[in-house]
C-alpha cells in the first residue's frame, strides 16, 4: 500500500502533526489516513448504566475531529480518509500499519515531558522502532514548530 498516516486525538497538540501530514502530501502526492483511536479502557472501571452514551459520545468526537482535520487537508489541495478504531492507541497504530503497510507515519513529538504525554521521548523512539519494523514505513515526528506561522 502507500500512503501517510497520521495518528491524531484532536485539540492543539495534533495541530503540528496535522500540519506535517498535510506537507508531505504536498510534496508526495500521498493520500493521507487521518487515525483516531478510541480508547475506552477507563469505562471498564465503571458501573454506570451511562456507559453506552459516553461511548457514543467519545466515537462522535473522534468522527468530528477527524472531518476536521480532513477539511484542512481538502483547503490545502491533498487527499486524505479518516479511520476510526478502538482499542489501545499504541496497538492500534502498530495495526493499523501491519494491515495498511503506510509508507509514512506521522507522530506527534511532545515539546516536553509530562503527565499529560502518552509517551515519554524514550517510548516515542522504541514505539517508532515498532512501527519499522511492523511495515517498514519512515516514521517522522512533528512538533510545534512544524506549524506554519501567518504572516502579518
Not at 522502532?129 to 502579518?152: G, L, M, N, T, Y
Request: proline share 3%.
Amino acid at each position: 500500500m502507500s500512503g501517510i498516516l497520521c495518528a491524531i486525538r484532536g485539540g492543539p497538540s495534533s495541530h503540528p502533526t496535522i500540519a506535517t501530514s498535510i506537507k508531505l502530501a504536498q510534496e508526495t502526492g500521498e493520500i493521507i489516513y487521518f487515525l483516531y483511536v478510541v480508547n475506552l479502557d477507563f469505562l471498564t472501571h465503571s458501573s454506570s448504566s451511562k456507559t453506552n452514551h459516553i461511548s457514543q459520545e467519545i466515537h462522535d468526537m473522534g468522527e468530528f475531529i477527524l472531518l476536521s482535520a480532513q477539511e484542512q487537508a481538502s483547503e490545502a489541495g491533498t487527499q486524505a480518509e479518516g479511520v476510526i478504531r478502538e482499542g489501545r492507541v499504541v496497538e492500534e497504530i502498530i495495526a493499523y500499519c501491519e494491515d495498511q503497510s503506510p509508507l509514512y507515519v506521522i507522530l506527534g513529538q511532545p515539546e516536553e515531558e509530562g503527565e499529560d504525554n502518552l509517551l515519554s521521548l524514550e517510548r516515542l523512539q522504541t514505539f517508532a522502532d515498532r512501527i519499522k519494523k511492523a511495515c517498514q514505513a519512515q516514521v517522522i515526528f512533528s512538533s510545534e514548530k512544524d506549524i506554519p506561522q501567518e504572516e502579518d
